[in-house]
Each structure stands twice: as structure tokens, then as C-alpha cells.
């Protein structure tokens, strides 16, 4: 069964902080994605990996920062905190490949973050 | 991206089962039709996708129109824990690149 998992469901961290937010997969899967959900403008797509130590920005990368070390693992850094990125974090995954172009991206269950 | 229509809500009682619609008249002949579902407070769950022929799994089948300019989701016997907002999306490519939903269906499941 696909498992994206999450280290944290809620996290409160504070003004300035360097805040790390983990995600694994389970699944083999290539591409590693990171969003935010924020109400009224949907998924916004921060940052994503197709490969080990290989990443690329997404539509808002700005204060952020990535690392993707090992092949199942893809962490979003808040390089110092600020409270406009209080927000729904959520990291996705999907195949990648010749014939796996139309395979879904997985979703975890999220970190809903606040900055105070 | 093909833009798709769906209901902004609908009801249904426990036990029956939900028929979700989801207009795309603009699909392309290579866009692959998706459905997700996300529950209050969690991340999206991935459901089902086909590209022009029916496809079942153990949560739902889609319905496929033969001209594929509209499709329906059916949850064969809706639960409880099915409330959520259903989103269909349509892709080329769903592996890659960034999703983005619509506003999607506010499904309410009731006893």
C-alpha cells in the first residue's frame, strides 16, 4: 500500500526559527513534491526532486530550502520563520519514468504549521 | 490543463451509493482523467484515474463517457468516513509537474 508519511500532523514554531519539515515514502518513487494549502488559493507547489540531491523550484520558493539526501527521503526547510508561512505543508511523490508519466502523485497527511 | 466542472455539493445517505459528476468538453484526446478526495484536516487521497475505458478499484470506478467530455465517480456503497471534497483534475501527465485542484465537490455523507 503507498505510504507518504509526515513527521509532524501540527508543529508551532516561532519567529526567526530554522524549522525543518520531513517527509518519507515507501514506495520507490522518484519524484518528491512539496506544497502548501492555504484557504482560497488551493495547492501552491514550493519546491520538488525528481532525483537524489536534484531539485528544482517550484511557484514559491522563496524562504524555503530543500533536501533530498536519500532516494525516500525530501525535507522542506524554513530557512527562518516568518508568520506569512503559516500554512498546510504537504509532500507528495510519483513515479517517474518511461510509461509512468500518467501515474498519480501520493499525498501525505500533512504538517499544518504556525509561526507566532 | 483541460478545465473541469463539478457540483459545488451534494448529499448522500449511508449505505447508497454516490454518482459524482465532473464535466471536461474540452479534454484532449492524450489527458488522463483523475479524482481525489480530501478530508477535512488531511492531506489529498489519490482515488482512481482512467484515460478513455472504465476503471474500478477497491475504493470507487470511474465512468468514462464515449466522447470524454464528462465522467462520474461512484463510491458503490457510501460510509460515513467518505465526507470530503472530491476533486477531479485532468492531465497529461499527473506524475510530474504541479497539481492544482478545483473547488471540487463537498460530498456529505449522512446516516
Known amino acids: 500500500d503507498v505510504k507518504v508519511t509526515q513527521s509532524s500532523r501540527y508543529l508551532v514554531k516561532r519567529t526567526g526559527e530554522k524549522v525543518f519539515l520531513e517527509c518519507v515514502q515507501d514506495?520507490?518513487?522518484?519524484?518528491m513534491f512539496w506544497y502548501r494549502q492555504d484557504p482560497g488559493l488551493g495547492l501552491r507547489l514550493i519546491y520538488f526532486?525528481?532525483?537524489?540531491?536534484?531539485?528544482e523550484k517550484g511557484d514559491i520558493p522563496e524562504g524555503y530550502s530543500v533536501s533530498r539526501e536519500k532516494k525516500e527521503r525530501f525535507s522542506l526547510i524554513l530557512e527562518s520563520a516568518s508568520t506569512n508561512q503559516t500554512s498546510m505543508y504537504l509532500c507528495?511523490?510519483?513515479?517517474?519514468?518511461?510509461?509512468?508519466?500518467?501515474?498519480?502523485?501520493?499525498f501525505g497527511d500533512g504538517t499544518r504549521l504556525s509561526i507566532l | 490543463d483541460a478545465k473541469t466542472t463539478q457540483p459545488t455539493s451534494m448529499d448522500c445517505a449511508e449505505g447508497r451509493a454516490a454518482n459524482l459528476p465532473c464535466n471536461h468538453s474540452?479534454?484532449?484526446?492524450?489527458?488522463?482523467v483523475y479524482w481525489y478526495r480530501q478530508i477535512h484536516s488531511q492531506g489529498p487521497q489519490y482515488i482512481i484515474h482512467?484515460?478513455?475505458n472504465n476503471e474500478t478499484n477497491e475504493m470507487a470506478s470511474l465512468i468514462i463517457t464515449e466522447d470524454r467530455k464528462s465522467s462520474t465517480l461512484i463510491l458503490p456503497h457510501a460510509t460515513l468516513r467518505d465526507t470530503a471534497v472530491y476533486y477531479c483534475?485532468?492531465?497529461?501527465?499527473?506524475?510530474?509537474?504541479?497539481?492544482?485542484f478545483g473547488a471540487g465537490t463537498q460530498v456529505v455523507v449522512t446516516p
Open positions: 507528495a511523490s510519483s513515479l517517474s519514468g518511461r510509461g509512468n508519466s500518467n501515474q498519480p502523485q501520493h
Open positions: 483534475i485532468v492531465r497529461v501527465e499527473a506524475s510530474w509537474g504541479k497539481l492544482q
Open positions: 526532486s525528481y532525483d537524489v540531491k536534484m531539485k
Open positions: 514506495m520507490d518513487h522518484e519524484n
Open positions: 474540452t479534454i484532449s484526446g492524450n489527458e488522463y
Open positions: 482512467g484515460l478513455k
